[in-house]
């Protein structure tokens, strides 16, 4: 990535606080600077910042600002920048630039960097883009932007080290100190046959501890991980973390060596897609807080409305038990208790298996065994709820039939909840449905419907109503 | 860390489905043979999969057979099978070990590694454990357990290059290749002063490119993210993920270099971190699967209860009503919808905003505008959610009170939601309190006791229970 740009030093980020966030007085410091139209103070304010920095400064600055800054800063504004940034915030500037301005952006990134800025583009702008470009430059950059979304091809750069298999270690030191034009952001070098299809890998602390004569094909390891060009970035980005990679060879259907992917890009995917359950379990889609409030309402308001739909469903069971209720209005006050602790009950069964699934942890192999353990987990918090719910109910009210039957309905409930937390999002996952983003509405769905069901019911049973 | 053990290679891993998981069928394959006794087939088995593969067996067979698959495996549960394992499955196994059995694993791994072996053993075992090592690496470790839990001190190799400021490249190639003892597990070396201060990193690809005769000091880069050894691991995962780290020296308070961390080390703490907050959020604690179950349901059950507690208290708001519910049971069967449907806004909000306080994205400078956001899109989803429930409530029940009152009632719930989710866990944050631990209970009880309270107070109000 930032290679030739220095992180910030520790020791003297006045603008940083603990947490390597900007402190906001610095960053209002910056937003007056500008709009007193002080360019240089700003451009001097600014100038310390590393480009990761740079890019949380326009982050954290109002949209409405954005230009006034990037047109203060302007070559501060550098590729490395743009790199860094939020997506959104990104489309935002370069909206705002000229496309020989981003063709110049471009052309200093490697191709994953590159591609990560045109891939959102309008697609006349990229065609403008894409001809101002040089045309090794955009034949690579095209060539990317041809495989599927979130794919290794998408990821990769082009830039790596080859070298042939019959080279020595003399070789190969000679091979990257007589070229100027390699790239120098390589962890791992790969040795390949006259095919280019990958034959080994070799770190680079193993070659610079071996003599010159030594040949090469002695010093690489030829067991290595490779990453098909189609693979998901979820994949790639489990990959990655199982085996502790840093640098992995990324090949095209006939296994040729076609491109590098390094661990600095999948930090941010592994980050992303570990979050992403968490907004997609609630709903939140992407929950990317510089999103268009507009793509944000419309994304949560759908899922709002399929949950109104099962609020409705339930509300239907309560209202099969008006009678009882009109009767007897208790049964309302206390009927919320036992949906809403299913709800809870189902929720942490519900997290803990998507997140065991998402890591590879949840598999065929041990699905049986993770359905008795949340089934007992869900009897002895139910009975421990159900206990404690029935005990309140008897000394507040001294109805000892109501006692019953809210801890039966508790207990009921909570098995509910355990038992659809787990099969419902392996159900989901069997068949390729993501269960962190369609789970939710089935589970509150089931302990909604049965909490009402099972304690009004019992209560209309018991004749409590009557 | 297992750098010494070659990944599966692509090629032939009958073992592995498509998304890296070991086949069911594999699992049984290898455990049938162990139940049979048949110990040679089991390790012929086993022998191919790498060591992270050997790890996922052991999680993936029930409690009761994993001493009995110990047993036949043998020698192939070498020091990077135990260091890939999950932590309760390690313990597991490591109770069943002699202490010199686990000495000598421990003996084999960086310090990283072992400390995470030995730190979660009885204070006995690990004294016996520590006496059966040899002086070094019983120093070097025994000073890892002295620094807290979860910080750099815990996750730093000890095992590092650092070369004075006045060599030359030539002085660096002859050092790594002239000492067998140095570790081959390293991406970057450091330049450190007289007093061990690190002054400069140097990549290893920089080293490679340049020729002898070229001073160290001319290569390095002089700009460096140092981690304090005392720094919390979540801080360390995100500056090396905002700076693109591939390793970083770690110094102790007098600013001397001390130990290293590498970017292998980091991406579980990513993972696990970015994962924890849907865990937590849910009140699940870590949710790991393997924890013995007893743990589980006391962590959820110290959960529940706080929550009944809030269910409770929304649940006397509803008593306050018996009156009115008793005369119009209609109110109690759609009061519900109003509660879930702020429930299910104030969720969406939540997990958006705690994503981006545990992202340093959320920061002083735009907490304001995030409320305001959140603000906008509370009052667009309220508006939409509001028009749909009271024309249908209208269409279905012809009485136009109630479609007002619900309406109303929906809008007022989805603003409480929408301020909630931000204001609670921005001011958890305040007080240093982890927002996604405590917020989910409170926002849940604004949404529910509010959304009881404006639906029942306003139909009381407009007189619909009378």
Known sequence: MSETEPPVPETDVAQLDEDDRLKPEYVRAVLDAVHDGDDEEARALVEPLHPADIADLFELTPHEDRADLANALTDLLDADVFAEMNDYVREDLIDALEPHQVADIAAELDTD???????????????????????????AIEEALSYGEETAGRLMQRELIAVPEHWSVGNVLDYLRGHEELTTDFWEIFVVDPAHKPVGTCQLSWILRCPRNIAIADVMKREQT???????????????QKYALISAAVVDPAGRLVGMITVDDIVHIIQQEAGEDVLRLSGAGDGDINEPILLTVRTRLTWLVVNLGTAILASSVVGLFQGEIAKFALLAVLMPIVSGMGGNAGTQTLAVVVRAIATNQLTDSNTVRMIVREFRIAAANGASLGIIIGVGTYVIFGNPSLAIVI????????LIAGLSGVLIPVTLDRFDIDPAVSSAVFVTMMTDVMGFFSFLGLATLWGLGG
Chains 1, 2 share one sequence.
């Open 226 to 240: 490779l990453i098909p060009i189609d693979m998901d970035q979820e994949e790639v980005a489990l990959r990655f």
């Open 407 to 414: 801890a039966m309905a508790m207990v009921i409930n909570n």
């Open 113 to 139: 960097d590159a591609v990560a800025i045109i891939e959102d583009m309008e697609p006349e702008d990229q065609r403008e883009v894409l001809r101002a470009l040089d045309p090794d430059d955009r034949a």
